[in-house]
């Protein structure tokens, strides 16, 4: 074991500004409650297995170059497969030319970040968004502010004012980031009206839309609107889906769309010369009768999850907590009353083998995200969801006094 | 087609300092001697299709959570077979526990350089050298000094001379970046005693090593001598390998080496949520059997490759170009005489379908490489190798005058 050796003597050359060291990884929590994990039951083995078989044997002698003979922008095959998955399940059209490939859409992220921000800009979020976004932009010296939002997702009005008050500073937006489509956390979707609105108004303003459409194949509730990159004309929106929640989260593969013009100036950015090839083949070739197969069946089974979680929470925290129904996706976010610190309940909860999502780090404002907390459900079965929200409101009401019964069930 | 939409508005946005907007992919010309293309009909790709079903079949329900149950570190199993291969092919016992699994080692690269450099700082690297480490150096606003290099890899007595020098200025290198084995571009393999000295060297001037192993699964000629990092008993070398030239360069799989102490901060910068899942799975499932017989027909079709080039470089070029014959690898680094400008000579050639790397951009100093260029043979064909030698060739002395005569063979 290395750790037997004697001294470290390059220790001293790192830079001085790097983030804490890791600790060695030691497995999943029993109740797993964070991450963008999902059913491992439906996980569509076979299919992958033949379209591996199919792709490797008709294609793998692309495998001898970068890119496959595709190009730096992704495997052409995968990019057409995504054109005629967006078109037809979001109504967006789009020019495989302008899709390209990314490393799950962590790296569209990283890219348009990259391509977008210094330090000391600043950009418009949801007030409760994806964690890694928010620690992103922190990393970046971004700053960042949190648009207030509803059951139907960003508040038009609130974003008005707050364009109005940078305008009134004389500051720039870069962007506007957005999850209108079962939204993270909230699990709410935004109404088409909603999506013009927004969209006017990132023109009125001249900044972009950032829109974040990664969990939008698993919506179960109401018909999918159009993606706004759908309702632009002007090459406004940056656009980013991922493979990762539909079909399965370890591979790694998403996409960014945004127009040539911008895309040009982002592409030499990424410099990892091609995002794994053989995860763009099997997608490729599993295709879109396959995907839609498997979203159908995956959307029911996780609102089967939800559902559990949903009567759990009931069950357990009964009015203590507080919650919108989420109209599709993998996680509920929940806002318990004021007095309770999640960040210090999240700290003692995974030290009894419990993992949450602390509100504070999934908000803009973390003060006021301190007593919400994010419960992911696509992984866990329904027992452990059932046995892991019972726990977590035992941590609780031992350690706040809240929720203050006892649930329904026997313990 | 989104070019024909009306006005960007967003490209105001980006930031003033990104790199110059890409070009649109137009294909691969036509005699392709440039990038770490291999072999297409050496790509295993009955044996990955089988490992593809055979893994995902047992363990691919793992493929729902990220990072494959394995931790951030990579799936487990691939490391150990990383393990085991190091140890059997190049003396070099190291544990799973501290393998990385990267995106190719260009992210090893990027990792290393993130985790060391700072703007203004130093480090060595070998006079002629990857391109792509040099590119990152310079954008990382890092200054590098060039080893000069001998049939044996670095000359140590230049070495000792840079790093007293720069001692005596109270510089700190950051660390020695160096490919021993199957030298980039030279071909050459550094022998035991000199990666001994260079290690002592090293330790002397508190400096790590940077030792970047891609290529040495592809050595033909003599034994492999153990890694720099086998040799080290004090956690002072990063070490970094890769699959793809040993399988195939568009699976994008990588690791980087290096003790708990330095790797648990170097961990936190890798922020793309693990690597491709699929590609780990079927190369661990590929194994040490499978890739010995791998590399031993790849290195018997390449060194074919190179034969020919190398009689097709003595027939067109004749004593115009200098150049060792490589002990393995994809590639040859040539001499022209003093007048030729390879960078100009690059330019003009692809534009007749002839890709080379100028020596300029694979050189610690750009003019003393001003005269060299890069050839690969590992992806055309022999006589694809043959006519494109002969085309450079007719270029060369139509620009140049050099050659100074015609080639052996009919035009």
């Known amino acids: 074991m290395t750790e037997s050796r004697p001294i470290k003597?390059?220790?001293?050359?790192?830079?001085?500004?790097?983030?804490?060291?890791?600790?060695?990884?030691?497995?999943?929590?029993?109740?797993?409650?964070?991450?963008?994990?999902?059913?491992?039951?439906?996980?569509p083995l076979k299919t992958l297995a033949a379209c591996a078989e199919a792709v490797l044997m008709r294609e793998g002698r692309n495998l001898a170059t970068y890119f496959l003979a595709s190009g730096p922008m992704g495997y052409l095959p995968l990019r057409e497969f995504i054109a005629a998955k967006l078109a037809l399940r979001a109504s967006y059209l789009c020019d495989p030319a302008d899709i390209l490939v990314t490393t799950g859409s962590m790296q569209a992220l990283d890219l348009v970040n990259s391509a977008f921000l210094e330090p000391g800009d600043t950009v418009i979020i949801e007030e409760g968004t994806y964690g890694g976004a928010i620690g992103k932009l922190k990393s970046a010296g971004v700053n960042y502010i949190g648009a207030p939002l509803d059951e139907d997702g960003i508040r038009i009005d609130a974003l008005a004012g707050i364009l109005q008050d940078l305008a009134d500073k004389g500051v720039q937006p870069k962007f506007i980031y957005t999850i209108p489509t079962v939204q993270n956390p909230t699990g709410s979707v935004m109404p088409l009206a909603r999506r013009q609105e927004l969209l006017s108004l990132a023109r009125q303003y001249g900044t972009a839309i950032f829109e974040d459409d990664c969990y939008a194949d698993l919506l179960w509730e109401g018909d999918r609107p159009p993606t706004i990159a759908s309702l632009d004309q002007e090459g406004r929106v940056l656009y980013t889906g991922s493979f990762s929640k539909s079909i399965a989260p370890a591979l790694r593969v998403g996409y960014l769309i945004a127009d040539w013009p911008v895309m040009s100036r982002i592409l030499p950015l990424?410099?990892?010369?091609?995002?794994?090839?053989?995860?763009?083949?099997?997608?490729?070739?599993?295709?879109l009768d396959h995907f839609t197969r498997n979203v159908t069946d995956l959307t029911a089974t996780l609102k089967g999850k939800c559902d559990a979680m949903v009567a759990a929470l009931e069950e357990q925290f009964g009015a203590s907590a507080e919650f919108l129904v989420p109209k599709g996706g993998i996680f509920i976010w929940i806002t318990l009353p004021d007095g309770v610190d999640t960040t210090r309940l999240a700290q003692v909860a995974i030290s009894e083998g419990v993992a949450i999502n602390p509100g504070a780090e999934w908000s803009a404002n973390a003060e006021s995200g301190r007593h919400r907390l994010r419960l992911c459900f696509g992984n866990p079965d329904k027992q452990t969801i059932r046995e892991g929200v019972r726990k977590l409101a035992e941590i609780c009401r031992r350690e706040t006094g809240i929720p203050p019964r006892s649930g329904n069930i026997d313990h």
Chains 1, 2 share one sequence.
């Open 9 to 43: 003597h390059i220790t001293n050359l790192l830079r001085s500004d790097l983030p804490p060291a890791a600790s060695r990884w030691v497995g999943f929590p029993e109740f797993n409650f964070v991450g963008g994990n999902n059913d491992a039951d439906s996980v």
């Open 270 to 287: 990424k410099k990892d010369a091609g995002s794994g090839a053989l995860e763009q083949m099997v997608l490729a070739e599993f295709g």
